[in-house]
């Protein structure tokens, strides 16, 4: 079952990773698109398309210190210090993503960005205190390795 999981979470990452990049890269067409259904989009169409694509190189970048990640869960030792590295730089863009929406909600208030501030918010809070506890972990094993 650990397999499974395991492997069908690899898949969606990667999924996620790929496609991240091409919804990022294809942001002002969507933006300019989305024009014709929200006047707003056109009225703040060059802020708008920098606030969403910087916001979506940051996801992306998330994305990828969690495939990072997932490649020492694979490997079967996941504490080291290049996840706590990773963990301490996906609160890093968590928290750019939570000040990217706050500036967007000068633009376009809607109650959902407050749910992706608050979402952001927690996430960016979660990875940096994981951080700390893989890096007490990380320096345990580190001593228990040196002890044997």
């Known amino acids: 079952m650990k397999d499974r999981i395991t492997v069908g979470t690899k898949l969606l990452l990667d999924f996620m990773f790929y496609s991240g990049i091409v919804v990022t890269a294809t942001v002002p067409l969507s933006v300019y ?7 707003h989009y056109v009225q703040y169409y060059i802020p708008l398309v920098l606030l969403f694509a910087v916001s979506g ?3 992306v ?3 990828y210190e969690l495939r990072k990640m997932m490649r020492t869960v694979i490997a079967d030792d996941c ?6 590295k990773s963990l301490f730089r996906m609160g890093n863009y968590s928290f750019c993503i939570v000040v990217l ?4 909600l000068f633009l376009y ?14 996430a960016g809070l979660f990875s940096k205190v ?3 506890v893989f890096d007490k972990a990380v320096n345990y ?3 228990n390795d040196l002890t044997i």
Do not use: H
């Open 130 to 132: 994981l951080a700390q």
């Open 109 to 122: 208030l809607t109650s959902a960005m407050l749910v992706i501030i608050l979402v952001f918010i927690i």
């Open 57 to 59: 190189v940051f996801a």
């Open 79 to 84: 504490f080291q210090k290049e996840n706590v």
């Open 101 to 104: 929406a706050v500036l967007r």
């Open 33 to 39: 698109l989305y024009g014709y259904v929200d006047e």
């Open 141 to 143: 094993k580190l001593e």
């Open 61 to 63: 970048l998330v994305i």
